[in-house]
């Protein structure tokens, strides 16, 4: 994936992350997978910088990719293909009124499970809500993703504070017209104490003529796969090789952040 670091640097200064793995009681080990597992598109028209995030020890957890996309869809996931999706951003300007650089919009996501692929139970489970920074930029040739998120007091579903699950990551973005579906892998993932690794796609319509307070996001679904995680010896969070899929169809779009 082509990127400018200098500027993607900049860019992650402004992003915070997260989303919630809840913890389960199996053994920490992926389900076993086919033997060599390939990142082929097959069919799907898709950037060929998708396939640079399904690494070998991706590919272990997911299977390959084509048949993994295949799956995720039958349960719900949208994916949206192409090459030229929506820029999400937002130019952040100077007191003279210059433009300075782009940043992210920032969005309330609920997290409401539809399907877990270790624990079927969890498919009606609510999440809680998720601060969520999402940008996408066109540098060169790519669309490139800058994502965060960052997890929301809820009194009713969580015992902790805001910011206790969060993650940050930067992919590619892919999509038509208004939608876009966003691949990206967080690496410095922490829940509570507890550091994670974890491959995330975020696909939605984002409408470009939504102005005020109205809803700028819509028919959102994520999928999320923790590849790997810390020491966590009370199970707090779900196991490695969990696959995941959440859904908000009407996220709220917060104009001001600050």
Known sequence: MKTKSNFIRLILFFLIGSFSFFGCVLDDEPSIIEEDPTNDLGDY????SVQDLFTPSVLEITGSLEP???KIISRGMEINTGIRPPEINKTISSQDGL???KAPLEFRIKNDCIYDELYPSYADSTFGGYFDSLMILKLEEDYVSYVS???ETDKDIYPFSNGYDQGRGVGIATGEGLKFSVFYK???GRYGNISYQALWIISGTF???VQN???ALKDVTKCMVLLSKGNDPQSEMANVG???IFKDENPLMILNPD
């Not at 028209?45 to 060929?48: A, E, N, Q, R, V």
């Open 213 to 215: 307070r109205e809803m």
């Open 149 to 151: 998120y960052n997890s």
């Open 186 to 188: 967080v690496d410095d």
């Open 45 to 48: 028209d898709l950037p060929s």
């Open 99 to 101: 433009p300075l650089f």
């Open 242 to 244: 969990t696959i995941r």
């Open 207 to 209: 409408d470009l003529k």
């Open 68 to 70: 993994f996309l295949d």
